[in-house]
């Protein structure tokens, strides 16, 4: 794999940043949900953003 500019990694970095925040967003959502769809609605977009975060981590190893 070719080596990443610095521009480049800054920006996966910026969007690690980003996924991480959105992960912890929607384990709130889905913890502070009564109604038991949204909350499944809500763990299962904090794991799409997990997903996320993990497959950028794996661009910078």
């Known amino acids: 794999m070719a080596e990443l500019t ?3 990694l800054g ?4 969007q ?3 996924e991480q ?8 959502y889905a ?3 009564c ?13 799409r953003h997990q997903n996320h975060y993990n497959t950028l981590l794996n661009h910078l190893s």
Do not use: F, G, N, W
């Not at 920006?11 to 910026?14: A, E």
């Not at 925040?21 to 709130?28: A, Q």
């Not at 109604?35 to 794991?47: F, G, H, S, Y």
């Open 31 to 33: 913890a502070q949900c």
């Open 35 to 47: 109604d038991p769809q949204l909350k499944i609605k809500c763990q299962q977009v904090a794991a």
């Open 16 to 18: 690690l940043a980003h």
């Open 6 to 8: 610095t521009r480049e």
């Open 11 to 14: 920006s996966i970095t910026d």
């Open 21 to 28: 925040v959105l992960v912890k967003k929607y384990k709130m």
